[in-house]
């Protein structure tokens, strides 16, 4: 009778877990989020901070910039397009282009 029991008990829990399993295996992932946005405006050069050294001014406001992947001193005082990421209020550009 107790064999009887331990092998009801471990044929649920594998049947339990076999059904757990391809429940997850079957779900389709989350769509990852397009995080990137899309400014336009005049960038200007600051006293750099721990955070960012450009801001970017248009209608709206004034955002911090900084960027790893592009030379943002080639852009100053210029009207440009930038494409990037935020990290806090950070915008961090992967691309600029001047806006004619």
Same mark, same amino acid.
């Given at each position: !009778? *107790? %064999?009887?029991?331990?092998?009801? %008990? ?12 391809? *429940? ?5 992932? /989350? $769509? @990852? $989020? ?9 960038? @200007? /050069?600051?006293?750099? @901070? ?18 790893? *992947? ?11 397009? !930038? ?5 806090? /209020? %950070? ?5 600029? @282009?001047?806006?004619?």
């Amino acid at each position: !009778m *107790k %064999v009887f029991l331990v092998l009801l %008990v471990v044929v649920a829990l594998f049947v339990g877990g076999f059904f757990a399993y391809m *429940k997850i295996a079957t779900s389709s992932p /989350s $769509p @990852t $989020p397009n995080l990137e946005v899309t400014l336009e405006g005049t960038l @200007t /050069s600051v006293t750099p @901070t721990s955070e960012y050294s450009f801001v970017l001014k248009n209608k709206t406001g004034t955002v911090g910039i900084n960027s790893m *992947k592009v030379d943002l001193s080639q852009y100053n005082n210029k009207k440009v397009i !930038m494409k990037g990421q935020y990290s806090g /209020s %950070v915008l961090y550009a992967d691309s600029v @282009t001047i806006n004619q």
